[in-house]
């Protein structure tokens, strides 16, 4: 193994390594953003806009991420809609990790047994008040294995930005591959680099699903 | 004489094909204790659910005082606040302390000064005897102890007419005394109450009348005494039949006299 | 009303290839998937022994494969072997064996996870009625195990359909490397194929992925 190869590149996996979880945290508020509204929209069962959150979630969660890069990116332009790389990556994802988050954010809602929602009623509290002080903060707290879950998943998924031209994790390694051959110096950083990124919010998830464990439904 | 606080007339429920309450009227006056007995599945629990609005209703009217209750009616929530129910499940709010829990509704529903609410919560506390445990989670309690909190909840929203669904039903038989104590005191302080139970002795004690529901109807209804002395009809006489159990010994000696007669 | 491109679809034997290189990829799916179900099962079942050593190897193992991208994985395989073993693989053999190593780890993963949520009373009363531990394991924790596995199989088969489209990173030429190639020849006779070809691909993979995640989801009502 050569070190000083190793050290060589450092810099420019740093730099990319920040481009990812830049484009990656940025995607995923946008997933979040779009899940929470899919799965309030779902829960409420609110008409026409409940069909187009479901017919939404269908066609992002069986389309891989590549393909909607590719299309965002390269279809897209041809039709008017020109966008640039980083945007194209965070869009892709947002769209993807949205059905993700929704289903989440759904599935938390619904643990909620219905009659906890009767009893908020049966004090006199409105629709919003029993959304806001009773179900979100006991959806929450159910969702977040399955949030984390999808946060892990989706900064996974960041890997396919090389793929419209983002000089990310992937792009470095490739690049420099077929630049200086150190194959295994660069695959190492690579690995490295995402164990770095990947590994703390693992724990993370770990360790916030155990301490919120509490918030099982029926007091 | 104490007036009319909940009118029910002709009251219909139904859910897909099966009629669950058919024609169903009666009134409760102020202060007045309704205990409501019956089989399982002969509608008791719908029909506290329908006087809330938690069921939709396919026919007939109720009224508390002046204000129809309807569900999806504008005021719904208002006429809420004057009608307390306490369920079998407890259903506490598990992600909030037991003071959180009593305290969220007057406070938010009913905008009133947190200080007033809580001192009125611990007082209500301390009257069931868990002031100490004011700021424990609902899991750290014991099912005894949730109902009272779920009990002194409705209470802090100072409601007209309390309802209460089988609330020991869930509970160990230890617990289910703490909890009924807690009733008893409502009802010597004049609260209105309506309380669906299998309960018989406390349903003997503390009614002021009784009311045997049977599949959706109203079979019998009285004063306590009479009906659990002397029920009227069949179906009330075959129901609290079900409560007592003949002596095994009469049955084993029966069955050992035809053994040896036999033999 | 503005050229979606496409007409390129029509032309020649353009969807013929654009279907040929789905189907490389849907082959590299159904091998993987029919190796790396069974290996993991096999894994889940040895995640259950008590022996701390295969239990340690076997968890680090799992944990890397499941938190490494799947395109990391593919290029460690696809160039890493040609540096160190001096192996010639194909990008096609590479994609195969990531997608079995992977699969395998969920599978097992799976597999445990189904195993530990058969509640412990089901073994007890089993025992209590006088069943042997083959007997209960045969009877009543299999059949259990298998009803909860099965969608959740599906859906990690849907998972790795989807993961297949990757490969065109490694020079496989599956179904995104024929349409580059089809819009590259057009780029003069239909400058939007893009459009039309990325379209039409994305079609095609909704209607590979859908029908199997209704399949998941319709046995998962079915036997909850």
Known sequence: MNWTAIADYLPLYEKAAVLTVKLGVLGIFFAIIIGLICAVIQYYHIPVLKTIAGFYIELSRNTPLLIQLFFIYYGLPKVGISISPSVCGVSGLAFLGGSYMAEAFRSGLEAIEPIQTESAYSLGMSRMQTMRYVILPQAFSISVPAFMANVIFLLKETSVFSAVSLMDLMFTAKDLIGLYYKTTECLFLLVVFYLIILLPVSLLGSLLERRLKYAKPGA | ?263 | MQNLGLEVLFKGKNMIRLLGGLWVALKISLISVAISIPLGILLGAMMTWKNPIVKAILRIYLEFIRIMPQMVLLFVFYFETTKAFGWDLSGETASIIVFILWGAAEMSDLVRGAFESIPKHQYESAEALGFTRAQTLTYIIIPQTLRRLLPLSINLITRMIKTTSLVLMIGVVEVLKVAQQIIEANRMTSPNAAFGVYLTIFIMYFLACWPISMLARYLEKKWR
Request: hydrophobic share 45%; aromatic share 6%.
């Open chain 2, 1 to 263: 004489m104490a007036e009319d606080l909940l009118k029910i007339e002709h009251l219909v429920k139904k859910y897909e094909d099966n009629t669950i309450l058919n024609d169903i009227s009666f009134n409760v006056k102020q202060g007045e204790v309704i205990v409501i007995v019956g089989p399982s599945g002969c509608g008791k629990s719908t029909l506290l659910r329908c006087i809330n609005a938690l069921e939709p209703i396919q026919g007939g009217h109720i009224y508390l005082k002046d204000d129809e209750v309807m569900a999806g009616g504008a005021n719904l929530a208002k006429l809420r606040q004057r009608i307390g129910m306490v369920f079998q499940s407890y259903e506490l709010f598990p992600h909030l302390t037991v003071i959180e829990n009593i305290t969220l509704a007057p406070m938010k529903v009913q905008k009133r000064a947190r200080d007033e609410v809580e001192k009125e919560a611990e007082a209500l506390l301390k009257r069931v005897g868990l002031l100490e445990k004011k700021n424990y989670y609902p899991r750290e309690l014991s099912g005894g102890q949730k109902q009272r909190v779920a009990i002194v909840r409705a209470l802090c929203m100072h409601p007209e007419i309390l309802l209460f669904d089988e609330v020991t039903a869930a509970l160990d038989p230890e617990m289910v005394r703490e909890v009924l104590d807690v009733i008893v005191d409502l009802a010597a302080e004049g609260k209105t109450m309506m309380i669906v139970t299998h309960e018989m002795q406390f349903a003997k004690a503390i009614a002021d009348r009784v009311i045997f529901i049977d599949s959706g109807s109203i079979v019998e209804e009285g004063a306590p005494e009479a009906f659990f002395e002397s029920p009227k009809t069949e179906r009330a006489k075959k129901f609290l039949q079900t409560f007592t159990f003949e002596d095994v010994s009469k049955r084993r000696a029966a069955a050992s006299d035809s053994i040896s007669a036999s033999e």
